[in-house]
């Protein structure tokens, strides 16, 4: 495994996942680990993006493997976090109590990844209220990793993005139909994280 996308959404991420897990190729040679801010009842993510999406799609169980070319998502009721185990994320369901943000919360998913994985993941934050994603964007950013925000004029929830526009300096600010070439990319290269784009961020 070279690359770790982890992706964190909260309202109005939905339609930003789909769009971006949809055009997605069946080779995608990393996994994506998706958090969504999502009550005991669930939400409609699986379903939508088993309709949309050529990788299969699962919730993550505790103790079990990542594998490239495949979605995981958070399951409600417990933090979704990742350790390394030998070239692969092993996936490890935890309880880590919030004042604010029942789990799964977005920023133990970051966390986990960047101390695992350092340089060789890919972050991004999607739509939703308040900040939840922006610690952890900051954390793999400092250990070399990528990170990529939503642009928040594309975003039905614009607080998320705009906020770790303000707490980071992001890699690149994109509208959701232009993050999937971008992870495809970067998946399927070594190279430097790429420059800032100014432009995007004025």
Known sequence: MDKLVVIGASAGGIDALATICADLPVDFPAPVLI???V???GNALHEVLAQRCVLPVRYGEHGQ???????VIAAPGR???VVREGVNAGLRLVDEP????RPPAINPLFHSAAEAFGKDVIGVLLSGFLDDGVEGLRHIQARG??????DPSDAQVPDMPANAIRGTTPNSILR???IAPAL????GARHEAPACDAALQT
Do not use: C, M, N
Not at 65 to 71: G, V
């Open 65 to 71: 493997l990542a594998k490239p070319s495949e979605i």
């Open 145 to 150: 990793g990528v990170i990529i925000v939503q």
């Open 39 to 41: 009550g005991p009842e």
């Open 176 to 178: 959701s139909d232009s």
């Open 184 to 187: 495809i990319a970067l998946a």
């Open 79 to 81: 933090h979704l976090t």
């Open 98 to 101: 919030h004042p604010y943000l």
């Open 35 to 37: 958090v969504t801010h």
